[in-house]
């Protein structure tokens, strides 16, 4: 049984550029989370989908946006980057919204320069 | 809002016993989750403490004070595989079901 896979794992752009990350989730999960991660810092939550909605939403400007499909994988798009955008971005599945037990993937590794 | 303390480094020696503190401040508190993340990986979960008291996990055990917002997790028998970061996490019920909100996490160290 796969766990939460994520594509691709490392990713280099510039400034300005688009960029588009995935994430397949654990078999019987139906809800992705997706985060920010920081060297040297802990997880900053970004948005959750379920249901193919966006259920919550940390303090991330709207340059953050996100799309989940009917088999619960999901997309998060970063548009206009950032240098400050270059961190570790983890996706997250669950079985429901509230569950406390995450599954995270290894991440996508983000170099903006 | 929500806010999450737990020291930013603990050194120990391999066979010993380590204790990771955490205090939190939340608006909405239903209970307090630990993760590990060793170097390049993912988090996974190590355990979940809803009510007061010790909960344990072979060589894990995780504590929870709800009068004092206090929680820690043990680590007994220490293995250099320990070597991570332990990361405290609450749940922010600001929306309907609210997300995982990370501290800034505890790197450990486990030395021969």
Known sequence: DAGVTQSPTHLIKTRGQQVTLRCSPKSGHDTVSWYQQALGQGPQFIFQYYEEEERQRGNFPDRFSGHQFPNYSSELNVNALLLGDSALYLCASSFGQGSEKLFFGSGTQLSVL | ?112
Request: with cysteine; net charge negative.
């Open chain 2, 1 to 112: 809002g929500q806010s999450l303390e737990q020291p930013s480094e603990v050194t120990a020696v391999e066979g010993a016993i380590v204790q990771i503190n955490c205090t939190y401040q939340t608006s909405g508190f239903y209970g307090l989750s630990w993760y590990q993340q060793h170097d390049g990986g993912a988090p996974t979960f190590l355990s979940y403490n809803a009510l007061d008291g010790l909960e344990e996990t072979g060589r894990f055990s995780s504590f929870l004070s709800r009068s004092d917002s206090y929680g820690y997790l043990l680590l007994q028998e220490l293995q250099m595989k320990d070597s991570a970061s332990y990361f405290c996490a609450v749940r922010d019920y600001g929306g309907s079901q609210g997300n995982l909100i990370f501290g800034k996490g505890t790197k450990l160290s486990v030395k021969p």
